[in-house]
């Protein structure tokens, strides 16, 4: 299958300070491509300049087999764009904007926005600026997607939607998918990327430490588990094969296992418990514990 | 084409709101012209008083003041000034508003190229001051004819509305020039104002200065109304130099827009 998305050694420095180094990945033609990485690790800077937005240090990327920055107008023909941060004119209303973005692109949108904003729940005659920020999200989804993109690229997309509208919007975009568009999504929330993505790249300080099929990743799940048993149990009882970060403050018992679930709910099961949370680590968790070590 | 429209419509109203200013500021000076030339005299003779630097930074030049063109060189001197403020408020804005609304992810992830965007901005705002000044032209000249049935000189009239036009050109190139360097203008009023009135102080220092090197510091003193109304033309070392400024500022705003980097916000 050919690529959609080659970035080639990639490497950008804001003046001294490091934004990307040596940034190399491919998203493959149809694929819905997570890019995960906690805050500040480079996932916006990369996202950038796939968009020409900012421009390479050095090295190269390219889309649909043009260079991203010679060939910008080019590629941005194909492209669905939503940044993290939604953006609008003054004065301008929801329709206004859309029929804007629909006017750079040689094509009739019409039906596609009406589809979208039905689908999306979005109201078209108020004004952008009136709008909460999950609704003006609505309308950089919607801005984004109207002229039927070969290539989405979205960054942080679900930041500031409420569960139900991420649970549309991830309908969306795997509708989109099989239409034929390659999503390229970036997020800091591992769980997010694991429903959708069918491969990830994980970012960390600047450089690509992995890069794995969502498969593989989700095998390896990741739990924060906090346990209260009934009487106190000796300090290694937990100390077993995926349990990382272990504390343990009287009888409560909390880590991150990661591993097959199975066996850590039989090791449970053979306990006498009071209480037991389990809960999505976030990323930050998981890297401090595990993909450290792998730098 | 669809971006130039859309600069022409989100600056429609502002543009609208300048004309409205410029055309009561020069009805105003211009109402009190009968009111001066019935005791023009006396009032000759206070200006007299006066000390010539400050009668030369206001525009007054007391030999033509008396007729209506001479006396609406005071005035053009306080509309030039606004006009200038217009200009370079359009030039500091039409680019950095992208960044400040957080327009420019928008903007610029659409297929047109920066050059294009910079096309379409740039023609807007010619547009745009143009419509300022042919309409604040016309109203003048059609007041300015009322006071002088005989010896309206159209042609001279003619030149310093074309120097209104093209001294607010090179405050709009200034003004593009430094917000497209600017990594990010917070505010556009403070940027453009603090710009205006540097190069109208500066304007000050060249009228009282014995050399005439100064003047070329400052576009305010290109375009003297008296020297036109007198000699019925500009002083082509002064005009050749605005134009130049206009030409590098695009130039130099093109090449570094091209290569800018927009940074999230």
Known sequence: M???????????????????TDVSFDVEEGEIFGFIGPNGAGKSTTIRTLLALIYPTSGSASIFGMDCIKNAPEIAKRVGYLPSEVFYYDGMKVKDLLNYSASFYKKDCKKKIQELAGRLDLDMNRKIEDLSFGNKKKVGIVQGLLHSPDLIILDEPTLGLDPLMQQTFFELMQDENK?????LMSSHILNEVQRVCSR?????????????KIST????????????THDKLPDDTFRIDGVSDLKIDG???SFIYSGDINTMVAKIASLRIVNLWADEPDLEEIFLHYYSKEV | MNVFRQECKMNF?????????????????????PIIQRDMKTFLKLLDNFPPAMKALMGIVTESFSTPLGYYSFAFTFVTLSGAIQAMNLGVGIVSKETRDKTADFLMTKPISRTGILHAKLAASVVLLGITGIVYSVFMGIILRSYSVSDFDLKKYALE????????????????????FARKIKAVLPVSLGIVFFLYAISAFAVTSAS??????????????DYIIKNGQYEISYLVTGLCIIIICVLASYIWFRRKDVHSV
């Open chain 1, 2 to 20: 050919q690529n959609t998305i080659k970035i080639h050694n990639l490497t950008k420095f804001y003046g001294k300070s490091r934004g990307i």
């Open chain 1, 179 to 183: 239409r034929g568009a390659t999503v």
């Open chain 1, 200 to 212: 990830v790249a994980i970012i960390k300080d600047g450089k690509i430490i992995k890069l794995e």
């Open chain 1, 217 to 228: 990743l989700q095998e390896t799940s990741y739990k924060r588990l906090k346990i209260e």
């Open chain 1, 251 to 253: 009888k409560i018992y």
């Open chain 2, 13 to 33: 109203r502002t543009t609208l709101l300048w004309i409205l200013v410029l055309c009561s500021l020069g009805a105003v000076f211009m109402a009190f012209f």
């Open chain 2, 161 to 180: 509305c074309l120097a209104f036009f093209i001294l607010q050109i090179i405050f709009f190139a200034i003004g593009l020039l430094v917000s497209v």
């Open chain 2, 212 to 225: 005439d090197k100064l003047r070329f510091l400052t576009p305010f003193q290109y375009f003297k109304p």
